[in-house]
């Protein structure tokens, strides 16, 4: 059965309305995707065999906050005049058309200002080269992209930093993807390596089958030397170790949800991380919402992507987007808002999602995703509760570092401010800095020393800090914590689980 | 349910800031939201309260018609503004009586440049006296202004030592040589001399100026060298190059750098460089990138988080989403694609001016564009401006009109909302750009609306 809800995701008596074939209804209807293009990239991807007559069919959106849209903003494919519409025609084959995008551009820096690596690596021109100046370049048939797109990490504080509504990220994404797939030899070693790291799900599925086996093999040491020897993957990094029971299988034993609860639904995207290496993470937003009387779906999932955009690699990204949407779409026709515990996922599935790719029902998806800490804030009051369950028993102190993905979707602070009045907890904010891994960017042997620079300014406000335990919503910014501090490190989802006795 | 607050300030440059910790030490509980990363980091980092009184009058009276839009009609003409001004204070009674200066007191201006210098501490000078500093800024201009980073302290136009400037031939936004240039020609009580030295060559040509600061707060080794003592060894050469009216040769006492003398560590740089050189060393505050404006950022951010009030950044406030008898209660915010409402008691809109994008225009007309509050401005497109680019533009005080708490009002001078208060960019009747008085009037306009929004949330 197909439920509608209202916007705001309270089912309240909705439950009987079904769409009325007179059209009555003319608001978004969760559920049910609106944008109702054919599935096709909006971004440069051509599928083998596919002419290059796929073009231009960006999204509803095509900034990264509402302030620009692109030429074609909101156009339906299907219905534009080939010969009416000028700005997009102007480039042949299918990019995304970002012209608009490029000229709000005034160049002020603040996007290279706030980059983390052009910080710490002269070599990399920075995100306003990366983006609109890259963007007018490759305009021209005889100018390559510029490799050095492969040096951008991927942490999209540019996009946070740009005044002006430039969709940066977007920017990046598009270059790179092309980049990869255009100039890249499929066959080099950089180009194996990186399509591995970015299919992380692949390799943890198969290492999650024999856990204890693949925590060991992955991190004894002539492996690591071959791996960074014929991979380019630097022998100083510890593999995550792999849980014994992931936390699908728990779910599953478990027997799924314990909370009924037609009105207050979410689907619960953990992505890779909390599936495979953290499912305590993924234990604890089950309890924490429980508490508050959430009925929690797991739907079936994949990669979010995150890895494959920072690596190019657009297909594969688009390939597992599909399945993604499409269970997500069935989850939110159930009345249920998505939620993550990964700040890169719920970014990714916000943002990224409709920048790059049109599929069927991808806006709706993006609209009903929340980070998991957000929704409650949003939603419950996540003060009163805390007050009312009276604080830890014995004292806790933090190092809390936000994710550069928490800090472009307005989150950076919210850990810090949920725990900043319950008894025991100490909780300190280590900065504004990068951790400097994003993802697979300090997973690549010849990054790794610029990785750990970026970083150094975290690891040295952790020791600072009085916590002897650090904490964050990103799974790899917590690998990087660890790494440079050998400290252990929670999310807050745990904490909060222990804060509300849930 | 709506994420609640006694008073929730929009935006997150200075004015932000100021009614942030202003009605935070009123006792309220304060929440910012701002979209972007603050615009303080495009910000020279001087804090500038009142240079020049510009003419409101044309020299001779405007012909009639509209203005000539670049065409060779009798253009008009303005008077120089009134200025340098010694002394910010000295100079308010002669602005026009809509200017936020008048309409919320000279008292403001006063009380916001003490909570200024309470929050900046140590990284900032001025504050011992009223009058203006006059500080070189890097186009070889000097600016009147009242409070500025303690990097920039040797290097005042009033101070009559001599000084030599170094520039670097692979940052091409600045020119050592025509700065020194402009400085003698303007002439200041002091000779200087620009060198071009070999420092940022070893970096690649478009290195950022984040990563030549990052290399100085590391010491990080450049070619085997510190990077520190490998910038002394290249401006030693040149301590001599001052050639004084009499042909004599100065040791000089002080060498200026473009601002990127170190990130979190400038003090240590500064001083090192200092040691190593035998002079003081002083930054010339540059246009963006600015590491002034990001290093006066973080400090903020720092004392606001200190005061208790809780800040985000990265959505926008997209909207009014309730509102009953003449009161705003929850704003929406725009969270990538759904709203969720913030209510608060009062709220405090500083979103900036037109650059800042608080201020919103088309061909049609000027707008507000998150809470939609009114903007002066005439009907016809052809007299938001005149013709001479440094006269009186009309264009330059557009803005929301407050009325004496702050509140801005609609045409005919009626209140719009009784708990919104505004401050900063947002709030027209100055020229901030002529007068020099951005940053004043955001420390004054922010710390009275933050008070009136924090008595209004009391009550």
């Known amino acids: 059965m197909t439920r509608h809800t209202d916007d705001d995701g309270d089912a309240g008596e909705s439950n009987e309305a079904t769409e009325s074939s007179d059209g009555g209804y003319e608001g978004p209807t969760p559920g049910v995707p609106e944008s109702g293009r054919d599935e096709q990239p909006s971004v440069f991807v051509p599928d083998e065999g596919e002419a290059a007559e796929t073009d231009a069919t960006a999204g509803d959106r095509a900034a990264t906050d509402g302030g620009v849209e692109s030429a074609s903003a909101g156009a339906d494919s299907t219905e534009l005049d080939p010969d009416a519409y000028d700005p997009v025609d102007v480039?042949?084959?299918?990019?995304?058309?970002?012209?608009?995008?490029?000229?709000?551009?005034?160049?002020?820096?603040?996007?290279?200002?706030?980059?983390?690596?052009?910080?710490?690596?002269?070599?990399?021109?920075?995100?306003?080269?990366?983006?609109?100046?890259?963007?007018r370049l490759k305009r021209k048939d005889d100018h390559d992209i510029d490799e050095s797109i492969t040096s951008c990490s991927n942490c999209m504080r540019c996009d946070d930093a740009c005044p002006s509504g430039v969709p940066l990220s977007q920017m990046h994404n598009e270059a790179r993807g092309q980049f990869v797939e255009r100039q890249m030899e499929k066959l080099s070693v950089e180009y194996?390596?990186?399509?591995?790291?970015?299919?992380?799900?692949?390799?943890?599925?198969?290492?999650?089958?024999?856990?204890?086996?693949?925590?060991?093999?992955?991190?004894?040491?002539?492996?690591?030397?071959?791996?960074?020897?014929?991979?380019?993957?630097?022998?100083?990094?510890?593999?995550?170790?792999?849980?014994?029971?992931?936390?699908?299988?728990?779910?599953?034993?478990?027997?799924?949800?314990?909370?009924?609860?037609?009105?207050?639904?979410?689907?619960?995207?953990?992505?890779?991380?909390?599936?495979?290496?953290?499912?305590?993470?993924?234990?604890?937003?089950?309890?924490?919402?429980e508490h508050f009387g959430y009925e929690v779906m797991v739907p079936p999932q994949k990669c979010s992507g995150t890895p494959m955009f920072a690596n190019g690699m657009l297909k594969d990204a688009r390939r597992h987007a599909e399945t993604n949407v499409e269970n997500l779409v069935?989850?939110?026709?159930?009345?249920?808002?998505?939620?993550?515990?990964?700040?890169?996922?719920?970014?990714?599935?916000?943002?990224?999602?409709?920048?790059?790719?049109?599929?069927?029902?991808?806006?709706?998806?993006?609209?009903?995703?929340?980070?998991?800490?957000?929704?409650?804030?949003?939603?419950?009051?996540?003060?009163?509760?805390?007050?009312?369950?009276?604080?830890?028993?014995?004292?806790?102190?933090?190092?809390?570092h936000a994710p550069c993905h928490a800090r472009n979707q307005g989150l950076s602070r919210q850990a810090v401010e949920t725990f900043?009045?319950?008894?025991?907890?100490?909780?300190?904010?280590?900065?504004?800095?990068?951790?400097?891994?994003?993802?697979?960017?300090?997973?690549?042997?010849?990054?790794?020393?610029?990785?750990?620079?970026?970083?150094?300014?975290?690891?040295?406000?952790?020791?600072?800090?009085?916590?002897?335990?650090?904490?964050?919503?990103?799974?790899?910014?917590?690998?990087?914590?660890?790494?440079?501090?050998?400290?252990?490190?929670?999310?807050?989802?745990?904490?909060?689980?222990?804060?509300?006795?849930? | 349910m709506a994420i609640n607050s006694d008073v929730l300030v929009i935006g997150g440059g200075l004015a932000a800031i100021t009614a942030a910790v202003s009605a935070a030490r009123e006792g309220a509980d304060v929440r910012l939201v701002s979209h972007k990363s603050s615009t303080l980091r495009q910000a020279s980092g001087l804090i500038d309260a009142l240079g020049y009184v510009p003419a409101t009058e044309p020299a001779k009276p405007l012909r009639d018609g509209p203005p000539t839009a670049g065409r060779n009609l009798d253009r008009d003409e303005w008077p120089d503004p009134e200025g340098p001004l010694a002394d910010p204070f000295e100079g308010i009674d002669r602005l026009p009586e809509s200017h936020p200066y008048r309409v919320v007191g000279s008292d403001a201006l006063r009380e916001g440049l003490d909570l200024f210098d309470d929050l900046a501490g140590d990284a900032y000078r001025g504050g011992h006296t009223d009058r203006n500093a006059l500080v070189p800024t890097f186009g070889g201009a000097v600016k009147p202004t009242a409070r500025y980073p303690a990097a920039a302290e040797a290097g005042l136009a009033s101070d009559d030592r001599p000084m030599l400037v170094v520039g670097f031939r692979s940052l091409t936004e600045y020119d050592a040589r025509a700065f020194a240039g402009r400085l003698e020609a303007a002439g200041v009580p002091f000779d200087a001399a620009g060198a071009e030295v070999e420092f940022a060559e070893a970096f690649r040509a478009d290195a950022k100026i984040t990563r030549l600061a990052k290399a100085l707060d590391h010491d990080e080794e450049i070619d085997g060298v510190p990077a520190r003592e490998a910038l002394a060894k290249a401006v030693a050469p040149h301590l001599h190059d001052v050639v004084d009216e009499a042909g004599g040769v100065d040791?000089?006492?002080?060498?200026?750098?473009?601002?990127?003398?170190?990130?979190?560590?400038?003090?240590?740089?500064?001083?090192?460089?200092?040691?190593?050189?035998?002079?003081?060393?002083?930054?010339?505050?540059?246009?963006?990138?600015?590491?002034?404006?990001?290093?006066?950022?973080?400090?903020?951010?720092?004392?606001?988080?200190?005061?208790?009030?809780?800040?985000?950044?990265?959505?926008?406030?997209?909207?009014?989403?309730?509102?009953?008898?003449?009161?705003?209660?929850?704003?929406?915010?725009?969270?990538?694609?759904r709203t969720a409402p913030y209510g608060a008691d009062a709220f405090v809109l500083a979103t900036g001016g037109l650059v800042g994008k608080g201020l919103d225009s088309d061909r049609e007309g000027v707008r507000e564009p998150v809470l939609d509050l009114h903007v002066d401005q005439p009907d016809d497109r052809y007299e938001w401006f005149v013709d001479d680019a440094f006269g009186d533009q009309p264009y330059a005080r557009f803005g929301v009109r407050p009325d004496e708490r702050c509140r801005p009002t609609d045409a005919e001078g009626?209140?719009?909302?009784?708990?919104?208060?505004?401050?900063?960019?947002?709030?027209?009747?100055?020229?901030?750009?002529?007068?020099?008085?951005?940053?004043?009037?955001?420390?004054?306009?922010g710390l009275a609306a933050g008070r009136q929004a924090a008595t209004e949330a009391n009550q």
């Open chain 2, 251 to 337: 040791r000089v006492e002080r060498v200026g750098f473009p601002a990127f003398l170190g990130d979190d560590r400038g003090e240590e740089v500064r001083e090192e460089l200092a040691d190593r050189l035998g002079a003081d060393v002083f930054e010339i505050p540059m246009g963006p990138p600015s590491l002034p404006g990001l290093r006066l950022e973080d400090r903020l951010f720092d004392a606001v988080d200190a005061e208790g009030v809780r800040f985000e950044t990265g959505n926008p406030v997209v909207g009014v989403e309730s509102a009953t008898d003449g009161r705003v209660e929850t704003v929406a915010v725009d969270r990538k694609g």
């Open chain 1, 192 to 289: 194996i390596r990186n399509r591995v790291l970015a299919n992380y799900r692949t390799s943890a599925s198969l290492a999650s089958m024999f856990p204890r086996t693949a925590s060991f093999a992955m991190n004894f040491g002539p492996a690591r030397w071959a791996m960074e020897k014929v991979m380019g993957i630097p022998k100083e990094r510890d593999f995550p170790e792999f849980a014994t029971e992931t936390f699908r299988e728990w779910w599953k034993a478990r027997g799924g949800a314990q909370v009924e609860n037609p009105d207050k639904r979410v689907a619960y995207f953990h992505g890779c991380y909390s599936n495979y290496n953290t499912p305590e993470v993924g234990k604890a937003l089950v309890s924490v919402y």
């Open chain 1, 91 to 135: 480039f042949p084959g299918g990019d995304l058309d970002l012209r608009e995008g490029a000229d709000s551009c005034y160049k002020c820096t603040s996007c290279d200002t706030s980059c983390p690596v052009a910080e710490v690596d002269d070599e990399f021109p920075g995100p306003k080269f990366q983006g609109p100046e890259q963007w």
């Open chain 2, 414 to 445: 009626t209140v719009q909302y009784e708990n919104v208060f505004a401050a900063g960019g947002v709030v027209g009747g100055a020229d901030a750009a002529r007068e020099k008085s951005a940053s004043g009037v955001s420390l004054a306009t």
């Open chain 1, 420 to 502: 900043r009045d319950v008894d025991g907890v100490k909780m300190e904010d280590v900065g504004d800095s990068c951790s400097g891994i994003s993802g697979t960017y300090g997973w690549k042997e010849e990054k790794y020393e610029k990785s750990m620079e970026i970083g150094a300014e975290m690891f040295e406000h952790m020791e600072d800090a009085e916590g002897e335990v650090g904490m964050t919503e990103c799974p790899t910014c917590a690998m990087q914590m660890e790494h440079g501090t050998g400290y252990e490190i929670e999310h807050p989802l745990q904490l909060l689980e222990d804060a509300l006795g849930a």
């Open chain 1, 330 to 400: 069935e989850a939110i026709a159930d009345g249920a808002d998505v939620i993550a515990s990964c700040t890169s996922c719920s970014l990714s599935l916000r943002q990224e999602y409709p920048e790059l790719f049109d599929l069927h029902g991808i806006d709706d998806v993006a609209e009903h995703t929340f980070e998991a800490l957000e929704y409650l804030r949003i939603h419950e009051d996540l003060e009163e509760a805390l007050d009312e369950a009276g604080g830890l028993d014995d004292e806790r102190a933090f190092a809390y």
